[in-house]
């Protein structure tokens, strides 16, 4: 998802991120796309995420990561004798746009990583691409099951996979939240039913009682007949599987008709809209996540400041992983550069050399892919929100 939404950085988010998409190259595929042969010393590392639309604030925050990674290396890649570039494209949130994208960035001879996507339901059908054309994949943000157990090499990410967050989550609903039964809501897409589901196999096996199973359509504005079921059931607690968008349509509407119970879900509830949207009744949702707390270290503090002076707006929450997730996917095209004899490598040795990060320290996370794409060391972390920022709990089983 997606996706794992952040305030990650809790006091960080404040400013929405402006949408920008740039036009894609439709060089023709062939050999060049495929070995590398192209002429010229262009390394284009591309981006997808949501541009435009209602999650346009999350997605350019991870295309202003990826570029400040970018502008970060290119005096070494200079010294290499290329031309590195950012190549940001707007999924749109959309499955069939993101694999229209994928198809125009296989066809782009200069294309060898791309850093994406904010969906997991646009990661998945994506990947199937990416897959074919040998184009690495690095994710800052997805954390469907499904991404990485269809073992394509081409794919990999930083961040905790839903069967991670949510024993964690749940774990911590009971415990922390008291909560002994539970109403769980998803959206329906590959994300949000997925994180539901795997809560839902882990609030069973704490013996926590399940009062209710239903999806709902994102994009609409009325959620009354979910908000019925909540005034009449009185769950303690409500786990919402989705976006921010929704959680917080549903939060101001439960709220307006009484209801007392708490909201917790997963990453995709992280967002600074969440206060635009939910007004009063953002406050005291809680959320898993896996963006730590990047301003408790002083190097995440530096980075912040450096990333305003550079965009002149906040971090989005998956700014911070963007930002280590290409600087992952350049370390593997400069890997490949040097074994190459100094030439321009082909994209099966980036993506083999990707694949094959082993203790990488990025500015915020360790990264080491497993033989699935999965990153050994993701972790799982605890918001909620307050009166005017998400505020950080701690990390999960803490």
């Known amino acids: 998802m997606k996706k794992n939404a ?11 991120l402006v949408a920008g998409c740039s036009s894609g190259s439709s060089a023709p595929a062939g050999n060049g796309a495929q070995n590398g042969s192209s002429g010229g010393n262009v390394i284009k590392i591309a981006t997808q995420s949501p541009l435009s639309g209602a999650q ?23 010294k290499l004798g290329f031309d590195v570039q ?12 993101g694999v229209s994208n994928a198809e125009m960035l296989i066809s782009d001879q200069d294309v060898f990583a791309v850093i994406g996507h904010y969906n997991t339901g646009v990661a998945i059908p994506s990947s199937v691409k990416y897959e074919e054309g040998k184009l690495a ?26 069967d991670q967050i949510a024993p964690a989550a749940a774990k911590y609903a009971k415990d922390k939240m008291g909560a002994t039964n539970v109403f769980l809501v998803h959206d329906k897409t590959a994300y949000g039913q997925g994180l539901t589901d795997e809560v ?42 989705g976006m921010y968008a929704e959680m917080g349509i549903i939060a101001k509407q439960a709220r307006e008709k009484g209801f ?14 969440m206060y635009k949207i939910a007004g009063p009744a953002a406050e005291g949702i809680v959320y898993a ?25 906040e971090p989005g929450a998956f700014s911070p992983f963007a930002y280590d997730a290409t600087l992952v996917a350049l370390n593997g095209v400069e890997k490949a550069i040097k074994d190459n004899g100094g030439k321009k490598p082909t994209r099966e040795q980036v993506e083999n050399a990707i694949r094959a990060t082993t203790d990488f320290n990025g500015l915020f996370t ?7 794409g999965d990153n050994k060391h993701s972790q799982v972390y605890i918001y909620q929100y307050g009166k005017e920022k998400a505020e950080f709990i701690g990390k999960a089983g803490e």
């Open 56 to 78: 346009s604030l999350e997605g350019d925050g991870i295309k202003l990561g990826a570029q400040l990674a970018v502008q970060d290396r290119a005096e070494d890649f200079k």
């Open 137 to 162: 994949m690095v994710s800052p943000a997805n954390t469907g099951v499904d991404l990485t157990e269809a073992g394509k090499k081409s794919v990999n990410r930083l961040v905790a996979r839903n």
């Open 200 to 241: 839902r196999k882990a609030f069973k096996e704490l013996g926590v009682t399940e009062l209710g199973y239903e999806g709902v359509t994102a994009g609409e504005k009325d959620y009354t007949s979910i908000v019925n079921q909540l005034i009449g059931l009185k769950p303690e607690l409500v786990f919402f599987g």
């Open 366 to 372: 360790k990264v080491t892919f497993d033989e699935k």
């Open 260 to 273: 007392t119970g708490k909201f917790m879900g997963g990453e995709g509830l992280e967002s600074t809209d």
């Open 86 to 97: 950012l190549f940001p494209q707007d999924d749109q949130a959309d499955p069939k746009i």
């Open 6 to 16: 952040r305030l990650l950085l809790a006091s960080l988010l404040v400013g929405s």
């Open 289 to 313: 996540t896996v963006v730590s707390d990047i301003r408790s270290e002083e190097e995440g503090k530096k980075w912040v400041e450096k990333f305003k002076t550079a965009f002149n707006k």
